[in-house]
């Protein structure tokens, strides 16, 4: 079934295009393209590996960046579909929003940040457009993924004033204040979505959040009070995951009501129009974006700062560290691809946090080992 895109949706025929021209693709469409070279880049795999809140080998049950990416994809495709914005380009943008993160989560992204203070810093969300961009080594004809415009710009959700300047087009609307396309706009609603809603499940499931403790969120509190009226004798895995569910789509419908009405009232009837709009048309109504702040600090209070969160953390830190300045002293002890990019003439302090943005959990574990650890004989 085709469906009719609304005035104001990306077109694939239309994209602004790719920084390296290229034949049309046969069977896809440009959009689709883009979507599948995501997947099959090496950054995307390497998500499976890393954690937003819990280490990768704390447990299988837990949420990794490669789950976490695919629950914000199909989030973001019900309501890309809902208001006949484009589908595929949401889906793209949403799986490739996380590529650049770090390995242990905002604790790696804060140190190696940290590390690189003095050399123009790290966000990891700049090093998302990185690894697309240039990190990635797929193609006989480009560096990176050649993606198009607009799966770029919706991956940039925010760039400080002077990054910006140094993106060319790219970096543009954050210097005229201009707004990104909706499936853009999308992908950025239904990260915090995701993130809220499973951060709670895993939250509970491993015991560093209570179901007392959530009831100070209203959002939760309806739920869960809803849930356990209608179902009072239903285990607790069961309840919390019809809880979750239903958190999840009272947020979606909720979002889509809201963005549907502000789009109508703005007028927009074009992409040009959704760019120069006053405000981002794709959000959730007062209420319930207050409700969704809620649950975010309750979140950040309880959870991320719960001493065993904050001991990995804490060794996170550690680690990433310590490589940073193991590599920055003595560059030899790259990997000869790493080293390789160095005699290319590149910036030290980048290429090493490149190799160590790149790293899984598991991974960066591992080479701090091999490095401090003299009894160990693998190199
Ligand atoms: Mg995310």
């Not at 380009?89 to 650049?100: F, K, Q, R, V």
């Not at 005229?176 to 509970?204: C, F, K, S």
């Not at 600090?297 to 550690?318: G, I």
């Amino acid at each position: 079934m085709t469906l009719q895109l609304a005035a104001y949706a990306a077109s694939a025929e239309h994209t602004r295009g790719r920084v390296h021209p290229e034949p049309a693709p046969g069977l896809r469409d440009e959009y689709q393209r883009d979507r599948d070279r995501v997947v099959h880049c090496s950054a995307f795999r390497r998500l499976e590996y890393k954690t937003q809140v819990f280490v990768n080998h704390e447990g299988d049950m837990f949420r990794t960046r490669l789950t976490h990416s695919i629950e914000v994809s199909q989030i973001g495709r019900t309501i890309a579909r809902a208001l006949s914005l484009n589908e595929d380009l949401t889906e793209a943008i949403c799986l490739a929003h996380d590529l650049g993160h770090t390995p242990f989560g905002h604790a790696g992204q804060d140190a190696l940040n940290e590390c690189m203070r003095e050399y123009g810093g790290f966000e990891h969300n700049l090093q998302s457009l990185r690894v697309v961009d240039v990190l990635e080594e797929k193609y006989a004809d480009f560096p990176g993924l050649n993606l198009t415009f607009e799966t770029r710009e919706g991956i940039l959700k925010h760039c400080s004033r002077s990054n910006a300047r140094q993106l060319g087009e790219l970096g543009e609307r954050f210097l005229n204040n201009t707004r990104p396309g909706l499936e853009a706009q999308i992908a950025n609603v239904a990260d915090e979505i995701a993130y809220n809603n499973h951060d709670i499940d895993d939250g509970l499931r491993s015991g560093l959040l209570t179901v007392d403790g959530l009831m100070t969120c209203a959002l939760f509190a309806e739920h869960y009070r809803a849930v356990d009226k209608l179902h009072p004798d239903l285990p607790a895995k069961r309840k919390r995951a019809e809880l979750i569910r239903r958190m999840i789509n009272t947020l979606v419908g909720d979002l889509v009501d809201t963005s549907r009405a502000a789009i109508e009232e703005a007028g927009v009837g074009s992409i040009a129009d959704v760019r120069a709009a006053d405000r981002v048309l794709i959000s959730l109504g007062e209420d319930m974006q207050a409700q969704s702040r809620e649950m975010k600090t309750y979140l950040r209070e309880n959870m991320y700062q719960d001493y065993r969160v904050r001991r990995m953390s804490h060794k996170a830190q550690r680690i990433i560290t310590h490589l940073f300045r193991l590599f920055m002293e003595d560059p030899k002890l790259l990997p000869l691809d790493m080293q390789s990019r160095l005699d290319d003439g590149g910036e030290r302090a980048r290429i090493v946090a490149d190799y160590i943005a790149g790293m899984t959990d598991r991974y960066a574990i591992l080479e701090y080992e091999k490095l401090t650890d003299p009894a160990r004989h693998t190199i």
